[in-house]
């Protein structure tokens, strides 16, 4: 099972940019999907973004054209770049990657 440790978050006010990085324990060249998470207060965990092997990239609507997903197989590690934030992005992000989940990172954007 792979460990993965993200970082990233923090206080941002609407309009400004962050970026998340999700830290693998292991070599992540082979494995085929990786994606991010988040969970709003009070709401249910739902889908961000998603990259594949071959670094085709997969968006939520509410996401699309403001965050970008990406990873460096080098460094074991997928990112996610949010620009635009707005106050309704405010969540714990989430990273997983087969199966496993980081312990998330604080996102909370302020109007």
């Known amino acids: 099972q792979v460990q993965l440790v993200e970082s990233g978050g923090g206080l941002v006010q609407a309009g400004g940019s962050l970026r998340l990085s999700c830290a693998a324990s292991?070599?992540?060249?082979?494995?085929?999907?990786m994606g991010w998470y988040r969970q709003a207060p009070g709401k249910q965990r739902e889908w961000v973004a998603s990259?594949?092997?071959?670094?085709?990239?997969y968006y939520a609507d509410s996401v699309r054209d403001r965050f970008s997903i990406s990873r460096d197989n080098a460094k074991n590690t997928v990112y996610l770049q949010m620009n635009s934030l707005k106050p309704e992005d405010t969540a714990i992000y989430y990273c997983?990657?087969?199966?496993?989940w980081g312990q998330g990172t604080q996102v909370t954007v302020s109007s």
């Open positions: 990259i594949t092997l071959a670094g085709t990239a």
């Open positions: 292991r070599s992540i060249f082979s494995i085929r999907g």
């Open positions: 997983t990657v087969e199966g496993s």
